[in-house]
């Protein structure tokens, strides 16, 4: 018979170096909820993206739709009319309420100009928008340039579509101006 049985035994040998491919199955399933996680967290930041940009887009085509009506009616009080009424709802939606609800006139414009409008509001063709509108328009006034008015409220609502509220920009005075023109005071310093 034998005379050793450890012999017969194979000497002692390496395993196989692991293969970095295919990846174990726990792998496949990791990569499959991260990605399922990142499409998930993706198309939430898109959506929240754009529902905050939905009411610039939504007042820059009524924008568009009031100019393409005042080139072919050439009703001008009736485009400054409208045209103030849009960017009053803009300012709504943008701003709080207790800081724009009450603005008219030429606090409406200083508001405007400070948020803005540079200096297009109280001293430009955004004038109109309270001479035409509360009536204080001359008779011997030249009649507002529809384009012009148009174009500075296009542009001020392209400068405040931005998801964060804007700051407010101060065109001049000092900073008890600005504060009283935010918190709509009318009280000195």
Known sequence: ???????QLRDWHLPDPIQWWP???????????LLAVLFWVAGARWRRHRRRGAAARSALRELAALRAAVRTDGDTRA????????LRRFALARFPREKVAG???DAWLAFLDATGGGDGF???P?????????????????PP?????????EAWIRANR??????????????????????NTGAGP
């Not at 931005?162 to 023109?181: E, F, K, N, S, W």
């Open 1 to 7: 018979m034998n005379g050793d049985p450890l012999a």
């Open 23 to 33: 990846p174990a199955p726990g792998w496949w399933i990791s990569a499959a909820v």
């Open 79 to 86: 485009f400054v009319a409208a045209l103030s009424r849009l």
């Open 103 to 105: 603005l008219t006139g």
């Open 122 to 124: 109280r001293h430009g």
């Open 126 to 142: 955004g004038r109109a928008l309270a001479d035409l509108v509360y009536g204080a328009n001359r008779a011997g006034d030249p």
């Open 145 to 153: 340039n529809p384009d012009a008015l148009a174009e500075l409220a």
């Open 162 to 183: 931005r998801h964060a509220r804007p700051a407010i920009r101060m065109v001049g005075g000092t900073l008890a101006d600005r504060d009283r023109l935010v918190n």
